[in-house]
């Protein structure tokens, strides 16, 4: 019986194919085992549902009296559910994961499997993602039945909306692998997490539109890859964002996904000459 | 580094390898915390320190050396883990930290102390998943893993979830994952590493027949038998530096000449003088009682025979064994720092033949 004859089986040359398989099943398999912590990951949900509850009820009584900064209570519902479905998206598994292996040394294996190492956790991020977002749909509808429905999105920039819901997704995924990185330089990830989280919260607008901010930290924000996380998608459901600001502010989106793709190359390459792997 | 004439293709090519990692200097407490933030200081570690490494197609290469001698950083080299410091690397053509992906498309890696397996996935899905890595077809990956269970015995373990295998269990798992593709070589990290003697042996007996079937193997260990059963070249290192690189057979020749025979023997014998008398340089030890006799000898000034004959001459002999020097032997003193480098900066390399 031969085992493995050196030489023997020629190895095929990469394709594409190969690739794209591969990455797939990365996705598929990143899904499977999110199902096998289902009870924590629900209990997590549980408390975010109870978070967007609490801002629902803060926001109705908030706006009674009438619109604010441009928001009636309907059109605020909308905005608020709407954040909240992108922004649980890519949210910790990909990073705390990344950070925790990266710390035991355990990135040794995933670089010893014949795939890129960003786009491995792309597809497990688009993995979970697939859990996130239907868990998150359901929460949503459960709240609009609760606070009276939720308007329908604008018809006219339905489009942008759905590009610019599909951008957060890379733009998200560019943030969290980012910060999961600096690992590297920082040995310690909780900190780099929180900030990380704390940032996201403010600029993106998921918490408070941005609208309610100051002047000066709204200009900053509309540059920032924060602000196409939430409120971009978010404002273009409800219609607030329509006509050029709108195509911008989906360019800015699509523009901050690529720029942060590379910038996460050049920061992973930096990090490999660092890269520590102690013991075995 | 010169070739030999005789050898095969060279499929890994190590000159000058060197890896330094740098580690931060930080003064105890808070304050040292502190501190460094403003200075940073680090201290730098040279873990490998130019190493020169030629493994020819089908060798089975032991590497062994004491804890932190610098194995497994050169085995991360070598997988396109860990990025050199300086120095050439080349593994079947590639130089695997910028070719890693198709590095790993040839090679397959077992590090005893972790795991290629997804941890919250029965190993049929973790199995599955490296297929589809590594593009295998339905009817290769049937017929290798196939193989793999004959030898491995997987069929038990492939519906289990890998974070509730025993070790032992988890090894033959981790083995199938890296083997998967059919590497041209395997880097085997302390494959037996926490495994019990059954385990072991059959860990072993099939890393043999990778070996017999024409796999490059490359072994890092602790245990010495490992090396003993599958290897005939080894590679010691010692603080990052290569001490010895040649036969395992010739290693003990030279660095062990200390050989014993044992004797059992027909009648008690009063004393062990005169045997001693007869064989000067040895050392001749009565056992526990007194119809047991130890012989130790320089292999180099004393032969088999002449220990033979001189208690031959004095006692009657019911049974005899000669204790083969282990590589222990070898090994022990590399650590006690009693095999250097030669001064040339060479190593006294000897021909694999």
């Known amino acids: ?280 | 580094m010169e070739m030999v004439h005789a050898r095969p293709v060279t499929l890994i090519q190590v000159a000058g390898l060197r890896k330094v990692f740098r580690k931060p200097e930080k003064a105890p407490g808070l304050r040292g915390s502190l501190r460094h933030l403003l200075q940073r200081r680090f201290s730098e570690h040279v873990a490998v320190d130019g190493i020169d490494l030629s493994v020819a197609q089908g060798e089975a290469v032991a590497y062994v050396g004491p804890n932190g001698a610098g194995k497994s950083t050169t085995v991360k080299m070598l997988s396109g883990i860990l990025v050199p410091t300086a120095g050439q690397v080349l593994v079947d053509g590639l130089v695997p930290y910028r070719a890693r992906v198709e590095n790993a498309r040839r090679v397959g890696v077992v590090f005893g102390q972790r795991t290629q397996l997804w941890w919250d996935l029965p190993v049929r899905d973790s199995l599955e998943l490296l297929r589809d890595m590594h593009g295998l077809g339905a009817a290769r990956y049937r017929e290798t893993l196939a193989r793999l269970d004959d030898v491995l015995g997987l069929a038990d373990l492939l519906p289990v979830v890998a974070r509730k295998l025993s070790l032992g269990q988890r090894m033959r798992a981790d083995l199938a994952a890296a083997l998967l593709h059919e590497p041209r070589i395997v880097y085997l990290d302390e494959p037996t590493i926490g495994l019990d003697i059954a385990v072991k042996d059959r860990v072993r007996s099939f890393v043999r027949r990778l070996v017999a079937d024409g796999t490059t193997v490359m072994l890092t260990t602790h245990d010495l038998a490992d090396i003993e059963d599958i290897c005939r070249r080894i590679v010691i290192i010692d603080a990052g530096r290569v001490v010895y690189d040649g036969d395992l057979q010739s290693v003990k020749d030279t660095h062990v000449r200390e050989r014993s025979m044992s004797f059992e023997l027909a009648a008690g014998l009063p004393g062990v003088d005169r045997i001693a008398a007869r064989l000067p340089g040895a050392q001749v030890r009565a056992g526990s009682d007194d119809r047991e006799l130890t012989v130790t000898f320089d292999r180099m000034t004393l032969g088999a025979r002449e220990v033979l004959a001189a208690v031959l001459a004095e006692a009657e002999i019911v049974d005899m064994h000669i204790d083969e020097p282990a590589i222990e032997t070898v090994v022990r003193k590399v650590y006690a720092g009693q095999l250097r480098p030669e001064p040339d900066g060479g190593v006294d390399r000897e021909t694999v033949s």
């Open chain 1, 1 to 280: 019986m031969t085992f493995v004859t050196a030489g023997a089986v020629p190895l095929p040359a990469d394709t594409r194919s190969r690739r794209i398989r591969a990455y797939r099943s990365m996705a598929r398999m990143a899904l499977k085992s999110l199902l096998a912590y289902q009870t924590s990951f629900l209990f997590g949900m549980l408390a975010s549902a109870f978070g967007v509850l609490s801002m629902l009820y803060l926001w109705r009584s908030a706006l009674a009296a009438g619109p604010r900064q441009g928001f009636d209570w309907p059109q605020m519902k909308a905005y608020l559910l709407v954040a909240f479905v992108v922004g649980s998206l890519v949210s910790s598994y990909t990073d705390y994961r990344m950070a925790n292996r990266i710390q035991q040394g355990d990135v040794a294996m995933d670089l010893v499997r014949p795939v890129d190492y960003q786009w491995s956790r792309l597809a497990e991020s688009v993995g979970f993602a697939v859990y996130e977002a239907g868990t998150a749909i359901v929460v949503v509808l459960a709240a609009a039945a609760i606070f009276g429905g939720m308007p329908p999105p604008d018809r006219d920039t339905v489009p942008l909306f759905i590009l610019s819901a599909l951008l957060v997704l890379p733009l998200r995924f560019g943030i969290v692998y980012l910060s999961g990185l600096l690992v590297f330089w920082t040995q310690n990830y909780v900190g780099v997490q929180a900030a990380r989280i704390a940032l996201i919260t403010l600029f993106s607008g998921a918490l408070v539109p941005l609208a309610f901010l100051p002047e000066w930290m709204r200009v900053i924000a509309t540059y920032l890859p924060f602000v196409g996380m939430a409120s971009t998608p978010a404002l273009l459901y409800t219609g607030s964002l329509d006509g050029s600001d709108a195509t911008t502010a989906v360019l800015v989106q699509a523009a901050w996904a690529v720029a942060l793709w590379w910038l996460a190359r050049l920061m992973w390459s930096a990090a490999a000459r660092k890269l520590t792997v102690h013991g075995g």
